[in-house]
């Protein structure tokens, strides 16, 4: 129910945009986010914009990220912009309804110093 799409390899101090489209069957939206994953670590939050446009970062990605949507398309778009080798992770998309979450499988970044 969600596809996300265009990991890759990119080397640092490159850009990648990361793209997540729902399907037409999750229906009122809240918000949707971004989190990633590295090797041996815990899951992180690392972007989320709500249906009203507002935005929120982690830290670590404040000022290089940027995260958008299409409402009417239901995609999430992640630019990510001066990668660095500790970007690396499978990153994931989540959408929050008022009654779940749906994630999507995950696309891989590596970022190669």
């Known amino acids: 129910q969600l596809q996300a799409s265009g990991g890759g390899l990119v080397q640092a101090g490159g850009s990648l945009r990361l793209s997540c489209a729902a399907s037409?069957?999750?229906?009122?939206?809240?918000?949707m986010n971004w989190y990633r994953q590295a090797p041996g670590k815990q899951r992180e939050l690392v972007a989320t914009?709500?249906?009203?446009?507002?935005?929120n970062y982690a830290d670590s990605v404040k000022g290089r990220f940027t995260i958008s949507r299409d409402n009417a398309k239901n995609t999430v778009l992640l630019q990510m912009n001066s990668v660095k080798p500790e970007d690396t992770a499978v990153y994931y998309c989540?959408?929050?309804?008022?009654?779940?979450?749906?994630w999507g499988q995950g696309t891989q970044v590596t970022v190669s110093s």
């Open positions: 914009i709500t249906t009203g446009g507002t935005t």
């Open positions: 037409g069957t999750i229906f009122s939206i809240n918000a």
């Open positions: 989540k959408a929050q309804t008022i009654s779940d979450d749906y």
